[in-house]
């Protein structure tokens, strides 16, 4: 077991470096900037994930309703802020990111927005 978890580390590791060379290659590739957020965030690093994102966002701001890597990027601010424990950002982010009506829904997205409006007493919006 103890194997595998170095294993794991090892090849995220591994797999951010190469993003990183990428990203210094070619800049304006969003689906990158995407991977080694989610990389960040599995390494408890939400705080350079949500710097990553933004800058994605940032470089392509029609991203959103357009685009599903634009949904994803929004719901994975949503989740970089939750694991910060900016609650009310992370409520922000995934109203914007339900606003935009996905296609395929991000459940992760679902469950804590359903847990922050219950936990505001919002029952009547989180049955929704």
């Known amino acids: 077991m103890a194997a595998e978890v170095l294993v794991e580390f090892w090849l995220m590791n591994l797999v951010e470096s190469l993003l990183q060379e990428h990203l210094k290659r070619f800049p304006a590739n969003l689906k990158y900037f995407f ?34 890597l634009g949904f994803k990027i929004q ?41 922050i409006l219950m936990r505001e007493g919002k029952v009547g919006e989180a049955e929704q």
């Not at 957020?37 to 470089?59: F, G, Q, V, Y």
């Not at 949503?78 to 996905?102: K, N, T, V």
């Open 35 to 68: 991977i080694q957020a989610k990389i960040l965030l599995r390494k408890k690093d939400p705080a350079s994930a949500l710097s990553t994102l933004d800058e994605a966002k940032r470089r392509l701001p029609t991203l959103g309703r357009t685009s599903p």
């Open 75 to 115: 719901s994975h601010i949503g989740h970089a802020c939750f694991q910060m424990g900016d609650i009310e950002e992370a409520s922000e982010a995934y109203d914007e990111y339900f606003a935009w009506g996905p296609e395929e829904v991000d459940l992760v997205a679902c469950k804590r927005q359903y847990d």
